[in-house]
T-cell receptor, first 117, second 116 residues
């Protein structure tokens, strides 16, 4: 069955520390997409990154980096030199085709990150 | 591009009343829109898939008669919570799906519903 696991419910770090948020997924499809979203207290989901199942290249965007490993079905997210503004809930999502052909998202349970000044 | 709006952003109503939430894709056409519900400190749960011109498909456990969905055009889907009760208080989020574009959904800012 399709599933996304974010085992870390809540993480607290001190500003400037690096932090890695884990995401493990399960799928039977060979074609799928993975996403990370940030949800600040306002509630609006902020898109961070997308990856398709054929592209295992790691990506770096400023202080953010992502490590996609199909062998372990993981798509982990690292924030280097964390800042207070990084405090939010982070969701990992798997998008794969449903029986109707439409791609549906399966969200993980989210990781609440608190960055302390 | 790919902006989705929701209206209202916040609504407080009395128990027993009906509330309508609008979801619009502002700069693109969306054949499919999704409706999610999020309770405090929980993840997003898919309620239903809305396709333009056809009936919505509801997820297991979601009451069709309570959560009425209408996808009247390629840019507008509405969710009506009928006879709302305090347990319906939640954060409702819509998204619009663009086929072929990375299977990506574009999310609205959400509507916070409080039923007194």
């Amino acid at each position: 069955a399709q599933k996304v696991t974010q085992a870390q419910t809540e993480i607290s770090v001190v500003e400037k520390e690096d932090v890695t948020l884990d995401c493990v997924y399960e799928t039977r499809d060979t074609t799928y997409y993975l996403f990370w979203y940030k949800q600040p207290p306002s509630g609006e989901l902020v898109f961070l990154i997308r990856r398709n199942s054929f592209d295992e290249q790691n990506e770096i965007s400023g202080r953010y980096s992502w490590n996609f490993q199909k062998s372990t079905s993981s798509f982990n997210f690292t924030i280097t030199a964390s800042q207070v503004v990084d405090s939010a809930v982070y969701f990992c999502a798997l998008s794969e085709p449903s029986t109707s052909g439409t791609y549906k998202y399966i969200f993980g349970t989210g990781t609440r990150l608190k960055v302390l000044a | 591009g790919a902006v989705v709006s929701q209206h209202p952003s916040r609504v407080i109503c009395k128990s027993g009343t009906s509330v309508k939430i609008e979801c619009r894709s502002l700069d693109f056409q969306a054949t499919t829109m999704f409706w999610y519900r999020q309770f405090p400190k929980q993840s997003l749960m898919l309620m239903a898939t809305s396709n333009e011109g056809s009936k919505a498909t509801y997820e297991q456990g979601v009451e069709k008669d309570k959560f009425l969905i209408n996808h009247a055009s390629l840019t507008l889907s509405t969710l009506t919570v009928t006879s709302a009760h305090p347990e319906d208080s939640s954060f409702y989020i819509c998204s619009a799906y663009v086929q072929g574009r990375w299977a990506e959904q574009f999310f609205g800012p959400g509507t916070r519903l409080t039923v007194l």
